[in-house]
């Protein structure tokens, strides 16, 4: 996304403004998942851009190209898609999951653990329907995260031998993958 910003004006200008549509993007999400739980218009709106407002997302306007605001507004996109699910399944909301989950956990690795946060909900939203329906629309969700998630991950695994890079993927004290930096010290960054 940064690179088609740079090389359209071969400048770094846009890439510096690149997150502003995101900024627009979480306040209509926003609005959209409080309209599902029927708050009035006006306010649900207020809400939405009440969130641009918050303190770290105005503190990433001054750093540039970072992609923490783009992070937030499309993890907000999977939990709008996963509410929408709960109101009506078909083809349409789990394709649109699917490729929000994809979007969401190829933009920063650290993603999947917000998208863990929501599993118990997705799970939840999923499975409540008849198991033929809730099995095809997982295939379907996963179908499509693959597609659009897993370029990230398949070209970490090209370049490195790791689809986790740089993090050192270990399984019973044996490195499977390794990185350039181990696992309890990733976590330590995160913590």
Not at 106 to 135: D, G, H
Not at 140 to 150: E, K, P, Q, R, T
Not at 152 to 181: A, D, Q, W
């Amino acid at each position: 996304y940064f690179h088609w910003l740079m090389v359209s004006l071969r400048s770094a200008f846009l890439a510096e403004v690149g997150q502003a549509p995101f900024y627009i993007l979480g306040i209509l999400v926003i609005f959209s998942i409080l309209r599902k739980f029927h708050l009035k218009k006006q306010s649900a709106l207020l809400l939405g851009f009440l969130w641009v407002l918050i303190p770290n997302l105005l503190k990433q306007i001054r750093n540039g190209a970072l992609v923490d605001v783009m992070c937030s507004a499309v993890l907000l996109v999977v939990l709008n898609y996963i509410l929408a699910l709960r109101e009506k399944g078909g083809f349409k909301n789990f394709t649109l999951l699917g490729i929000s989950l994809g979007l969401c956990v190829s933009i920063k690795a650290m993603n999947i653990f917000w998208v863990l946060a929501l599993a118990p909900l997705l799970i939840y939203v999923i499975f409540r329907r008849n198991m033929k329906v809730a099995l095809l629309g997982s295939i379907i969700i996963l179908f499509f995260s693959l597609i659009v998630g897993g370029y990230s991950y398949v070209n970490n695994f090209v370049l490195t031998k790791n689809i986790f890079y740089p993090i050192t993927f270990k399984m019973f004290g044996k490195v499977i993958m390794p990185g350039t930096i181990d696992r309890e010290a990733f976590a330590n960054t995160i913590f």
